[in-house]
């Protein structure tokens, strides 16, 4: 038997304004529109919470009252600059904004519509090319970044054939 893990599924009170956040401020590409459910190319999905509900059932209520910071959505961007003046404009509550990680990785965390955390980072690529610029070897790139040694030659390689 097969069994194969497709994504997330995130339950949303007003799907059209959930959808409108993804789309226009994340830029998330909507893949497959069964209009309460939205699937994401980026392999996450959305549920109108009231169509959830009713295919649960009677016998497992949806809490809609409860805090959502028990889990995040993640996405990366080399403009996090442009993402956060976009969030603000539209008035989005940050957990914190751009901030670095102890491993050199930029980094902001806001809720989306619903309360839900999101994380919007740098690639991991963007963030070796970052510490190159800044003269530092392969070797103090793979230490500060605690990326393997052989992902950041690869990374720096790619970069000098383009």
Sequence with gaps: ???????????????????????????????ID??????????????????????????????????????????????????QEKLESIGSKFI???REQPWGQRVMRFYDPDGYIIEVGEPLEFVIRRFA???????EISEKSSMPIEFVKKVLEENILE
């Design 1 to 31: 038997m097969e069994v194969r893990y497709i994504c997330p599924l995130i339950t949303v009170k007003d799907i059209e304004k959930s959808r409108k956040f993804y789309v226009e401020v994340l830029n998330q590409e909507v893949e």
């Design 34 to 83: 069964h209009g309460a459910n939205l699937a994401f190319k980026g392999g996450f999905a959305i549920h109108d919470i009231d169509h959830y509900q009713g295919l649960l059932g009677d016998s497992a209520p949806v809490k809609t009252d409860v805090e959502k910071n028990f889990m995040e959505l993640y996405f990366e961007s080399e403009d996090l600059k442009g993402v």
């Design 96 to 98: 914190h904004g751009i």
């Design 133 to 139: 610029t800044q003269c530092l070897s392969t070797e």
